[in-house]
């Protein structure tokens, strides 16, 4: 096992300048999780250091909740540039960093921590990525789409919304299937999406219910379609949209990435609408990130290549 597959503790980051000592390359970026196991951060970055030639690497350390100021402080400590956060500890990164920027205090969650001058600052690079990504997937940029997200309550789905809300996209719609959860993303995303005087009989941000009559009632006036939910990941797993509902003008953006084709792809393909699945918001988010440390354009085919060899195994 090498060290980016190695995941490492907070017990070890009090005595990191020995374990530096015995890497070929110091470790000076990480992904803090729990769990942090799985994921995919460090065949994304270490390629990209590799290839610009920066002494670190990147490994993956296991921080329970209750540690994450803690950890944030070591990694301080041992001269990190920074780290990424993943759920839950982007919400526990809110509290911790010392400075956070305006997008990620209302996304409620930073994923992207650098260092600077002593001072921990925090960021998100999913909104920013989700961007870049469906410029690249459909050769289109998001503020001229009318959108609807699946699974708006979540974290994932509030940080979409305040993304699109950014963009001034053209139509929100947020589907969720317990209002209360998804009320607050409609009153933050409110203050962006003003009414446009436009003659048009369906109401520019609006939130519904996950019912086939709901949906049917709004998709006619939708263009993009984003799953932020976790459904898709398990066979098991209801249909997001019934494949009816989908028509040949609708993109499909679902931001699960195992399995590469969910249900809700497949029902896309089958309709004819172009669709697609969320490794490209995971390379984007991973690349502004990179250009977060170290101020300069990340080399993205090589952090592609190293994602999609890493998703071959």
């Known amino acids: 096992m090498n060290d980016s597959e190695k995941t ?3 017990s070890d980051l ?9 890497f070929d390359v110091p470790a000076l970026l990480s992904v803090f999780g729990n769990p942090v196991e799985h994921s995919l951060s460090p065949q994304l970055h270490n390629p990209a250091l590799n290839f610009c030639g920066i002494k670190s690497q990147y490994v993956k350390i296991k921080v329970p909740e209750a540690q994450f100021s803690e ?30 920027d305006d997008s990620a ?8 921590v650098r260092f600077e001058n002593g001072k921990s600052l925090g960021s998100n690079s999913d ?3 989700l961007v870049r990504a469906i410029r690249e997937e459909f050769s289109i940029d998001l503020g001229d789409l009318r959108v609807m997200i699946l699974g708006a309550g979540g974290g994932a789905g509030r940080a979409v919304a305040i993304q699109c809300a950014i963009e001034e996209v053209e139509r929100l719609v ?3 299937r317990t209002e209360e959860k998804v009320r607050p993303v409609y009153d933050e995303v409110a203050k962006d999406l003003k009414e446009k005087h436009i003659h048009s009989s369906s109401s520019r941000l609006k939130m519904t219910g996950w019912s086939k009559t709901e949906l049917e009632e709004e998709l006619g006036d939708i263009d993009l379609i984003i799953n932020a939910s976790s459904l898709g990941m398990k066979n098991s797993d209801p249909e997001l949209i019934p494949a009816g509902l989908l028509q040949p003008h609708h993109l499909v953006y679902d931001m699960v990435y195992s399995p590469r084709k969910t249900k809700l ?16 918001m995971l390379l984007h988010q991973g690349a502004i990130s990179f250009e977060t440390w170290f101020n300069r354009e990340a080399p993205i085919n090589e952090m592609r290549k190293g994602l999609n060899d890493a998703l071959k195994d």
């Open 127 to 129: 909104g920013p990525g």
């Open 105 to 112: 205090r209302r996304m409620g969650a930073v994923n992207t």
């Open 14 to 22: 009090k005595d990191w300048a020995t374990i530096n000592d015995q």
């Open 265 to 280: 792809i497949r029902n896309a393909t089958s309709t004819g609408a172009r669709s697609a699945n969320g490794i490209s």
């Open 71 to 100: 950890a944030l402080n070591l990694i301080k400590e041992n001269g990190f540039y920074g780290t990424n956060c993943t759920v839950p500890l982007k919400f526990e990164a809110i509290n911790a960093c010392d400075i956070v």
């Open 174 to 176: 947020l589907v969720n």
């Open 8 to 10: 490492f503790t907070v």
